[in-house]
């Protein structure tokens, strides 16, 4: 019996570690890094994750991030390509790939390690923002696999789209539970690295995890605060619970920014009249370290209310 209890108490820690690694390698699948143009040069925007399409007349996918991130007329989503789909357009040369979508075929680039759909932004057509809350949609074709010569459905890329199953309800988003929020903030994991700096880039995208807790809810409130620092790129940020023994981490929300102190600065400045030195009072915003998050079961409903109009406007139109 004692060896049997050792045996279990050995094991515990690498069945938990496996469970974790899993568990991250699954939300890396899940974020995607928004690009905008900027004087011909790709600059990183914000974080965004894919809903399931449960639709199955149509073969978008139901984008979310922030409704501010949409402010463009077309954004660029950086997806990681299949180790087999990069050798291959490696060995031919190739720095596009065209594919069917929506009766008309659709072309991305290939950077050499992601494909970069381009995603035109059209308000009440493709993009859906929230009537209240910094949160919006947007339909686009991000195909994760492709139907080659030979009729074989081969891996594009390893994205994942979030199931029903995954969507944290109301009761399970409570003060005190651990989480994580994966993004791109300050560029850290794109191309161009910590404030295009190219200090902590990735040729291959690659987000930033950061750890927290949720540290307020309300029933009168709408957002939840995660005790967490959230920066600029964090906006789009999907949050997951941390998963434990018998439990998945499940999708509880998604950060768009965060609060800010006003700090009060002592200085001295110059009199514009009199032209003589004397003191004065600055203030500055200071970041806090509390993240501002709209849940989960909120943004799933905005999603299928998206879906119908979406649905209903493609409808209307054949």
């Not at 919006?136 to 789209?161: D, Q, Y």
């Not at 309800?169 to 651990?178: C, V």
């Amino acid at each position: 019996m004692k060896k049997i209890l050792l045996y279990l108490l050995l094991s515990l820690p690498v069945i938990c570690t496996a469970q974790i690694r899993d568990f991250y390698k699954n939300t890396v699948n899940a974020t995607i890094l928004l690009y905008k143009k900027t004087n011909g040069q790709l600059k990183a925007h914000g974080t965004a994750f894919i809903l399931h399409n449960y639709d199955e007349k149509s073969g978008e996918a139901i984008l979310v991030t922030c409704e501010h991130v949409t402010h463009h007329d077309t954004l660029i989503a950086a997806i990681p390509v299949t180790d087999s789909i990069k050798k291959a357009l490696i060995d031919t040369k190739q720095t596009t790939i065209s594919f069917a979508a929506g009766g008309a075929i659709q072309t991305v680039e290939f950077d050499g390690n992601n494909l970069l759909f381009t995603i035109p932004i059209q308000l009440g057509n493709n993009c859906y923002k929230h009537p209240s809350l910094d949160l919006a949609t947007i339909f686009c074709n991000l195909p994760s696999t492709l139907v080659n010569e030979r009729n074989e459905v081969v891996a594009l890329t390893n994205m994942k789209a979030l199931p029903k199953s995954s969507i944290g309800k109301k009761d399970e988003i409570f003060a005190g539970q651990e989480i994580t929020f994966v993004g791109f903030p300050s560029g850290i994991g794109t191309q161009n690295g910590f404030f295009g700096t190219r200090m902590y880039r990735d040729t291959k995208t690659n987000p930033l995890f950061r750890r927290g807790i949720v540290s307020w809810t309300s029933d009168n409130d709408e957002l939840f605060l995660v005790d967490g620092f959230s920066y600029a790129g964090n906006s789009g940020s999907p949050i997951f619970s941390i998963p434990g023994a018998g439990s998945e981490g499940k999708f509880l929300g998604m950060v768009i920014g965060h609060l800010n102190d006003e700090v009060e600065m002592n200085n001295m400045g110059a009199d514009s009249l009199k032209g003589d030195v004397v003191p004065k009072k600055t203030y500055i915003n200071i970041n806090n370290g509390l993240a501002e998050c709209i849940p989960s079961y909120i943004i799933y409903d905005f999603a299928l209310e998206s879906l119908k109009t979406r649905s209903a406007l493609l409808l209307q139109r054949k």
